[in-house]
């Protein structure tokens, strides 16, 4: 049982944002490399005691399992982790589960989470939309990592931004510093500002100027599919809940991610609402200068944590 009281005692931590965390091999809740650097990340800091939260969202893991037959063949089968028995426990606040609201146009999302502690500095945490009574499609937008179609990626990435820092402040954890692995959370930025002007009565302008020096983002691969692009119609329907609720005009809060007047890119996205941007090696940085030349990269190379990749005789 995780308390509010405990959390307090994790001072300013960095809240680290990924759609993707390989934690377990059995928690069907990462797909490839993003997931494996994100997990590897959260156990060094485990290991090193510095102050991490990360936030992630629960997929249940519909086809995530690969089997192969007695023919040879491979196939595909749903996961069987259940995440009520598991090691992962429900997030509650004085022995209640927390259940947090995201208010939209036509309705109201629950939003349930789960975590892990993986030291007394570092936790985890993973969020969920499987809620009895909340809208169908918000159910299986959890069946598993990217899959449905636009309007399904563009519900889970407002799950993992605003809904990660919903969490956050429910459970009174100020960061430091926000570090979004990849473009998906970056939605994130719309809840912060929401924050800083209603709890300082800032305004609009100072508060998203506010808010870009907390976040840092990372580039992970500079490839089409890693780089999704949606209509400013589909963009601007999902984000005008959220300008009504700051007064503001919708486009306000998504101009810094137009490639061109009628295209969002998440990645340009990520990379306007941020005061650092990193890659993930050298020569991804140089070819990142060469498709962004308007930035300042920094080379970070991906590394591994060792305990958990190599035997331990051998360490």
Not at 45 to 62: C, D, N, R
Not at 98 to 115: D, F, G, R
Not at 194 to 212: C, L, R, V, Y
Not at 255 to 267: A, H, N, R, Y
Request: charged residues 25%.
């Amino acid at each position: 049982m995780l308390k509010v009281m405990k959390l307090r005692e994790v001072s300013s931590p960095v809240a680290y944002f990924c759609a993707e965390f390989a934690i377990d091999n059995e928690l069907p809740t990462y797909s490839g490399g993003l997931g494996i650097l994100a997990g590897d990340v959260m156990h060094e800091a485990a290991q090193e005691h510095y102050p991490m939260v990360g936030i992630g969202i629960l997929y249940k893991g519909k086809e995530f399992m690969q089997h192969i037959t007695g023919a040879g063949r491979e196939e595909q089968r749903d996961s069987e982790f259940d995440h009520d028995t598991s090691f992962l426990r429900p997030t509650t606040i004085e022995g209640k589960p927390l259940i947090l609201n995201l208010s939209l146009e036509a309705s109201v999302v629950k939003i349930k989470s789960y975590h892990i502690r993986l030291s007394d500095t570092t936790l985890l945490f993973f969020l969920s939309t499987d809620v009895d009574g909340n809208p169908s499609e918000w159910i299986s937008d959890m069946d598993a990592l990217y899959k449905g179609d636009v309007n399904s990626q563009i519900r889970q990435q407002i799950l993992l931004g605003v809904g990660g820092i919903k969490l956050l402040k429910a459970l009174s954890i100020t960061p430091s510093f926000y570090h979004i692995n990849e473009g998906r959370p970056a939605f994130c930025i719309w809840e912060i500002v929401k924050n800083e002007m209603e709890d300082k009565q800032k305004s609009f302008e100072d508060s998203w100027e506010k808010a870009i020096k907390k976040i840092v983002y990372t580039n992970h691969t500079l490839v089409a599919a890693g780089n999704p692009t949606y209509s400013i119609e589909l963009i601007e329907r999902w984000a005008t809940p959220f300008a009504r609720k700051m007064k503001v005009d919708t486009n306000l809060l998504i101009k810094d991610g137009l490639v061109d007047p009628g295209t969002f890119s998440i990645s340009q996205f990520a990379l306007n609402i941020s005061s650092k941007h990193s890659s993930v090696s050298k020569v991804h940085a140089d070819y990142a200068k060469r498709q962004y030349p308007d930035y300042k990269w920094i080379a970070i190379t991906n590394g591994v944590y060792m305990p958990r990749w190599q035997d331990s005789e051998l360490l």
